[in-house]
């Protein structure tokens, strides 16, 4: 199968992939799994008081088109604010990167990244007050 | 919408194409003039005459599969007409679809759930199950930070010997039918399953 450019070049230069302090109050970790093939990915946001993202990282065990994906979110989200964040949908990052069809889950899980690491950090900021 | 009562049935179920006498579900030959059947809907299971269980001794799997495909090896039927040759490569291709899927552990119990209307994977789906997803992500961390083959050993020792007391625990949740859990097992499965694999293709890139 052949990959769109846009995703080779995310597979060979990921933006932003690393690691947030997971106990820190204003970071919110989102971690999903696809079960069909067994790719895993972590997603972390550093959110401002003002409730915008200042920072994202990413890990991604799994195919390539699974690692452009959780790569473009981590770009997509950052200088978002959490409800502008909580809006992007899958069928953006997937049309943005022209996945084929069989790859259409793996921006799935990117968006599904981001709304876990949104709630993440939500209920960790509602323990808080 | 249901055909079922619309079109008219031209043949009982199960009659054999050339004589008409009944054949049991799953049988490859007509038990009354010999002919070979179509594959039909029979489950991988009874295919191989067992019954629908997460326990199967591979040997006795191994044993029925070599007896069919030696019936039905499409050079047995060089000489036999297109028909019958065309229905035992159907068979011959079922059969290796069901051998390939009951030898296999993981593919037998998603086979399994999936037959108990229990799907594991599927496109789509996301697993959100955090001790499942957090073992695998330090599995895999663990694996990318070896720096060589007698670390990326450690790692599938490790993974190995999880995969097997997965397989055990599967095998008690699948007999107590206790479905929800056995399908977590699956998971783990296949996560773990996907990590010895890509530790292959990683062990051939360290020292």
Known sequence: MAYSEKVIDHYNNPRNVGSLDKGAEDVGTGLVGAPACGDVMKLQIKVSADGIIQDAKFKTFG??????????????????????????????????????????????????AIKAAIADYRAKAQTKS | MRLRGVLPRLTAPNACWSCGAPVPTAEPFCPTCKSVQPPGQADHFSRLGFARTYDLDPKLIERRYFELQRKLHPDRFATRTPKERQLSQAQATSLNEAYETLMDPLRRAVYLLRLSGIEVGGDGKTVADPALLMEAMEMREALAEARSSSEVDQVVARARSEADAVRSTLSTHFSAGDLKSARTDTLRLTYLDKLIEDARARRLNVA
Not at chain 1, 83 to 97: D, F, G, S
């Open chain 1, 63 to 112: 195919c390539g088109s699974a690692i452009a994906s959780s790569s473009l979110a981590t770009e997509w989200i950052k200088g978002k604010s959490l409800n502008e964040a909580e809006t992007i949908k899958n069928t953006e990052i997937a049309q943005h990167l022209a996945l084929p069809p069989v790859k259409i889950h793996c921006s799935v899980l990117a968006e599904d």
